[in-house]
């Protein structure tokens, strides 16, 4: 597929993945020649930044400060900018070496997924779907990397405003030439990171939710083949369930619920975290570029936007993963029906009904993130009141402050 291969190369040029899609032992070198060099590049202007960061906030030499490049020289958004850029980039820094990490020992088990779509013919069958699901599947799946791809191209620009326009603002950038040359060099290596950390965070997005959606659909076609199977079964002259399709609509709702345990317990801890982490960040970007507010008007509207967008695209992640749970409830209801009320089923195959019956029944059916927390209904709303308690919380007690 033209976008599916689009976002590869994009995920082995912004460093986001060293082999792309398909992680096979056999290939031992990186798909971008230059992965090793562009990684520890990354790494060094991070930390290199980070430092520098810490040092204009804690120091009050002029002369050093200039030297550093500081792009809010004597302005009084120093702190609060500087501060929002150390959580923003170590959050980021995590995220992007957890991937990594994940990658490298072979636990990315979403990518088959992608390589899987990517590979295949598309035919329904393939996927176990139906007809009707796999193109509206299909639809869906182009819309979202038409989308994280374009996201991907509009990072470059949208780093380069909000680095740079506190710098072009700042009356005393023009009238320091040795401030202005210093914050130039020093932006080169910030927005150089910092263009590949974003990206790295859309790329981990975008895999989780490709890989989702495919679920999604999936499940949705194994609930319009218990329909038709029962439907079918009342259509009958004399009823008779077909033992065959009840066995094999077993087996497939076994594979898929083994397939989604795997990619969650692989993925757990990178859930947990951009449920905890990654809002708890964009939580602070609201309250810097809505609350708090800086003195830039153009920082804080994309500050708060980027926020907010985030924020939201989580929330929709919590509300569709509740979904599946109500889904598999679905099919556990039919499969109840027909095991109470159809006859000729096998003893065997009233066994694995019942074992599938309880296995949905459980009470860790759900989004697993981290050891202890499952994703379900409930979440979607408490994840909202969480949002607006923090946002809540750093108002009441930094606000003061800041005035």
């Known amino acids: 597929m033209h976008f599916l291969s689009l976002f590869e190369r994009l995920l082995v040029n912004f460093a986001c993945l060293r082999k792309g899609y398909q992680q096979s032992s056999e290939i031992t070198k990186p798909l971008n020649p230059h992965f090793d060099l562009i990684n520890w590049t990354i790494r060094l202007t991070t930390i290199v930044n980070l430092y520098r960061f810490v040092h204009l906030i804690i120091s009050t030499d002029s002369r050093v400060n200039i030297y550093l490049g500081d792009p809010l020289y004597q302005s009084q958004d120093r702190g609060l900018l500087y501060s929002t850029m150390i959580f923003a ?47 509206t599947f299909l639809r869906v799946l182009n819309f979202e ?102 066995k094999s609509f077993l087996v497939d709702v076994t594979l898929y619920l083994n397939e989604i345990d795997l990619h969650i317990k692989t993925l757990r801890y990178v ?3 951009f449920f905890l982490l990654i809002t708890l960040n964009n939580n602070f970007y609201i309250f810097v570029g809505l609350i708090a507010k800086t003195k830039n008007e153009i920082v804080n509207n994309l500050i708060s936007a980027y926020g907010v967008l985030v924020v939201l695209l989580i929330s929709l992640l919590c509300y569709i993963a509740s979904d599946f749970v109500e889904m598999i409830n679905y099919v556990a209801c039919k499969l109840n029906h027909v095991i109470v009320n159809f006859n000729g089923l096998s003893i065997a195959t009233k066994l694995k009904t019942i074992e599938f019956l309880d296995r949905s029944k459980s009470s860790y059916i759900g989004i697993k993130a981290g050891d202890f927390l499952i994703l379900n209904k409930i979440n979607f709303i408490l994840f909202l009141l969480e949002n607006a308690s923090t946002l809540l919380l750093l108002t009441v007690n930094l606000r003061p402050i800041l005035d």
């Open 271 to 273: 859930i947990l975290y």
């Open 89 to 135: 980039m170590v959050v980021m820094f995590i995220a992007r070496e957890m991937f990594l990490f994940l990658e490298a020992n072979g636990y990315l088990t979403i990518l088959k997924v992608l390589n899987t779509l990517k590979s295949s013919n598309n035919q329904h069958f393939d996927h176990q779907m139906t007809p009707l699901k796999m193109s």
């Open 145 to 246: 990397c038409l989308t994280i791809c374009a996201s991907m191209f509009l990072s470059i620009p949208f780093i380069l405003i909000l680095l740079n326009c506190p710098l072009i603002v700042n009356l005393l950038s023009f009238s320091i030439p040795s401030l202005l040359i210093y914050a130039l060099l020093w932006s080169i290596s910030l927005c150089f990171s910092s263009i590949f950390l974003l990206n790295a965070i859309f790329a981990q997005g975008a895999c989780i939710i490709i890989c989702g959606t495919y679920y999604f659909f999936k499940l949705k076609s194994l609930c319009e083949t218990i329909d038709s199977i029962i439907t079918h079964h009342y259509q009958q002259v004399k009823p008779r369930i077909d033992q065959l399709q009840v």
